[in-house]
């Protein structure tokens, strides 16, 4: 419409988090992802730029998202850096900031945090205690 194509996305879902289930620890994929779920940890796709995280309205991730395409429909408690595109559908709920080179925010999406434009796709640090200065020594 504007003279803009969306990056080439998978339509596969290569692994699939039912609504009933809940994973406790990180997630690392590759090709697409599809959360149903609950996820308490961060999820990280491996090196490419074709993976895709959809995360539906009935899901939740309380953690860090690393993906280079995402499309949120549902809760994130924690940042999310997508280095290609970002999707942000209307029942969206972000509890951290959005990190993303693009990003397509529908009405009634929420983010709690900041949105960071970034046209840099190398690899992002994830928090960590030490880097956020919690020691209490």
Do not use: C
């Not at 009935?58 to 595109?85: L, Q, W």
């Not at 992002?124 to 956020?132: A, D, I, L, Q």
Request: proline share 1%.
């Amino acid at each position: 419409m504007w003279g803009n194509k969306k990056p080439k996305q998978t339509a596969q879902i290569d692994s699939l988090i039912g609504q009933n289930t809940e994973v406790k620890g990180d997630v690392i994929f590759s090709g697409g992802l599809h959360v149903d779920g609950k996820v308490k940890g961060n999820v990280i796709s491996v090196e490419g730029e074709d993976s895709v995280l959809t995360l539906s309205e009935r899901g939740t991730i309380e953690g860090e998202v690393k993906v280079p395409n995402v499309v949120i429909n549902g809760t994130v408690i924690g940042d999310v850096h997508a280095m290609a595109h970002v999707e942000l559908a209307t029942q969206a709920k972000v509890h951290g900031s959005v990190y993303y080179n693009l990003i397509e925010m529908a009405m009634g999406a929420e983010v709690n945090g900041n949105l960071v434009h970034t046209t840099d796709k190398s690899v992002v640090k994830m928090k960590t205690k030490e880097s956020t200065g919690t020691d209490n020594t």
